[in-house]
């Protein structure tokens, strides 16, 4: 079945109790209707996933403070990106959205929340190729790009693949023609001004960018070392920047991996998720990654992970030279 649900940033409680909103939700879905629906499966909150964090989520990426992979689930990723909105907006930092968290998230947002979205000829046509097992098979081919178009169209709207499936579940991406509509979060690609400082925060697992002024203008959830490959420690500066770049295996300075250097070809699903900002030191940077979903939950060989949109996004707002990078 396919109901219409309303996601319109003017009128939807952001509260995460669920029984804290559900007595006005029908008076605001009503009131939302006359800005934007869309069609959705009327299972895609029958689980955990719930409309209260999409929508949070969906805000907090266009604010800048990305939870991640925007899945309508609940987590540390999500919390966290809350708590940094909060303190960048001078709000009690507690990583819960509150009256005022909430009136802040939509504050100059417009538009809907989910939006459609017309397949074109290259999201259909790719090409996708399977991604080998192992770097010594990944190093014999041309490019790692995407697996598929699911996969690819997760990334360029920021979702996880299991949210993109649920709200099409009648499209076949393998099969879909140029101009099929789908569902997709209403996403913004707009660009940071220019980013003077970056804080490494190795404890919240989270990267934060500042402007010239000192003012935090965006937020991330990072993989940063681990006790194995700690991170870097002090300052440093971004020495240089890859925005398609390939990835080097050198067992000399590596202790896992094998012994036979490697050249990985670039694209999305290389290692550092082709996008790489060299921090000056041997190996060390802050990249993109081939699994976004598991940014701030597994650990590096000492880099610093961000999911491939929000490297590149941080990657557009840093000057090579100038940008300065402290790890805290």
């Known amino acids: 079945m396919i109901k219409i649900l309303s996601l319109s940033t003017a009128a939807l409680a952001l509260s995460i109790t669920p029984a804290a909103s559900q007595t006005n939700d029908a008076k605001q879905g009503k009131a939302a209707e006359a800005s934007f629906s869309v069609s959705i499966p009327d299972t895609l909150f029958a689980g955990e996933r719930t409309r209260e964090m999409l929508v949070t989520q969906i805000l907090l990426d266009a604010a800048g403070h990305s939870p991640g992979v925007i899945d309508g689930y609940g987590g540390g990723n999500t919390s966290r990106a809350i708590a940094a909105f909060e303190l960048a907006n001078g709000l009690n930092s507690d990583g819960k959205i509150d009256a005022k968290t909430s009136a802040a998230l939509r504050k100059g947002s417009e538009g809907g929340l989910l939006r459609h979205y017309a397949l074109s000829e290259a999201d259909v046509a790719g090409p996708y190729k399977t991604v080998p097992g192992g770097m010594a098979a990944q190093a014999k081919q041309d490019r790692l790009g995407y697996a598929s178009a699911v996969e690819a169209l997760a990334e360029k709207f920021h979702m996880a693949q299991g949210l993109l499936e649920a709200l099409n579940p009648e499209v076949d991406f393998a099969t879909a023609k140029a101009g099929t509509q789908i569902t997709v979060a209403a996403v913004r690609n707009s ?101 976004p979903k598991l940014i701030g939950k597994t650990a590096s060989h000492g880099c610093v992970r961000l999911t491939n949109w929000d490297a590149r996004k941080l990657m557009g707002a840093v000057k090579a030279g100038e940008a300065e990078v402290v790890f805290v």
């Open 191 to 291: 660009q940071l001004p220019a980013v003077a400082r970056i804080e490494v925060d190795k404890a919240k697992s989270e990267v934060r960018a500042y402007d010239g002024d000192g003012k935090m203008v965006a937020s991330y959830p990072a993989t940063v070392g681990s006790n194995d490959f700690p991170s870097p420690s002090g300052k440093m500066k971004v020495a240089a920047i890859a925005a398609d770049a390939n990835y080097t295996f050198d067992p000399t300075d590596q202790e896992w991996g094998g012994d036979t250097a490697l050249t990985l070809p670039p694209g999305p699903n290389n290692p550092v998720g082709g996008v790489w900002i060299d921090l000056g030191k041997d190996g060390y940077g802050i990249h993109g990654s081939p699994d």
